[in-house]
């Protein structure tokens, strides 16, 4: 039975660990507040730059066009799926429905003949990815947004994407992702990128939720 002191030990040990948590938490919970002003700030840039780039489509004389990036290459055989996860877990099903949701993509397609090829962000992805279609997978790039987005990130993806194209390494390319709606949900979006649509569709398949139910 322990003695009296090793309570008091005990006792104290726990109130220690109690504030240490309680710090933790608070670091915690000041780092989701930047993260979720972040994410709404960007939104309204988002959502001007989609429409921007849905007219310039919806005017654009397909015959003259100069940039296949806008209207393709006339060909729809090959599919790259652009799939955007955290590098990080202990996050519910913020990455499992993603990877689950381009698993479901991935049958779809090559059910109806398409060559279907992944470029993933995050290390999740990868993992999660890895075991079943790891062969389809030709680059993943990790440690994206760190300590935020900036510019150099989406340059890197975006420089990569017009190489692949440039080689005909794919003609449709589609980004799956987490569309934010709040700190606890989040919607599976499957979203068109290449070409651009005259109306970007975007396909929300379920909502997340901090839980993963």
Same mark, same amino acid.
């Given at each position: 039975?322990?003695?009296?002191?090793?309570?008091?030990? =005990? +006792?104290?040990?726990?109130?220690?660990?109690?504030?240490? /948590?309680?710090?933790?938490?608070?670091?915690?919970?000041?780092?989701?507040?930047?993260? %979720?002003? %972040?994410?709404?700030?960007? =939104?309204?840039?988002?959502?001007?730059?989609?429409?921007?780039?849905?007219?310039?489509?919806?005017?654009?004389?397909?015959?003259?066009?100069?940039?296949?990036?806008?209207?393709?290459?006339? =060909?729809?055989?090959?599919?790259?799926?652009?799939?955007? $996860?955290?590098?990080?877990?202990?996050?519910?099903?913020?990455? /499992?429905?993603?990877?689950?949701? $381009?698993?479901?993509? +991935?049958?779809?397609?090559?059910?109806?003949?398409?060559?279907?090829?992944?470029?993933?962000?995050?290390?999740?992805?990868?993992?999660?990815?890895? =075991?079943?279609?790891?062969?389809?997978?030709?680059? /993943?790039? /990790?440690?994206?947004?760190?300590?935020?987005?900036?510019?150099?990130?989406?340059?890197?993806?975006?420089?990569?994407? $017009? $190489?692949?194209?440039?080689?005909?390494?794919?003609?449709?390319?589609?980004?799956?992702?987490?569309?934010?709606?709040?700190? +606890?949900?989040?919607?599976?979006?499957?979203?068109?990128? +290449?070409?651009?649509?005259?109306?970007?569709?975007?396909?929300?398949?379920?909502?997340?939720?901090?839980?993963?139910?």
């Amino acid at each position: 039975m322990p003695s009296l002191k090793d309570l008091r030990k =005990r +006792i104290g040990s726990v109130k220690s660990t109690r504030k240490i /948590t309680s710090a933790m938490k608070m670091v915690a919970a000041s780092k989701l507040r930047r993260a %979720q002003e %972040q994410a709404e700030a960007a =939104r309204p840039y988002s959502d001007r730059l989609e429409e921007m780039m849905e007219s310039v489509s919806a005017r654009m004389d397909k015959a003259d066009a100069t940039h296949p990036l806008l209207v393709g290459n006339g =060909r729809s055989d090959k599919e790259l799926l652009v799939v955007f $996860t955290s590098d990080r877990g202990l996050c519910g099903g913020f990455n /499992t429905h993603i990877a689950k949701e $381009t698993k479901n993509v +991935i049958k779809r397609l090559q059910s109806e003949g398409k060559d279907v090829k992944l470029l993933v962000i995050g290390k999740k992805g990868r993992d999660l990815l890895q =075991r079943e279609y790891g062969e389809l997978i030709i680059d /993943t790039f /990790t440690d994206i947004g760190r300590p935020r987005p900036n510019f150099e990130d989406a340059n890197r993806i975006s420089q990569k994407l $017009t $190489t692949l194209f440039d080689k005909g390494d794919f003609d449709i390319s589609r980004m799956i992702y987490n569309k934010f709606k709040s700190v +606890i949900s989040q919607d599976v979006t499957i979203q068109q990128l +290449i070409p651009v649509p005259e109306a970007q569709e975007e396909e929300s398949v379920r909502v997340v939720d901090a839980q993963g139910q």
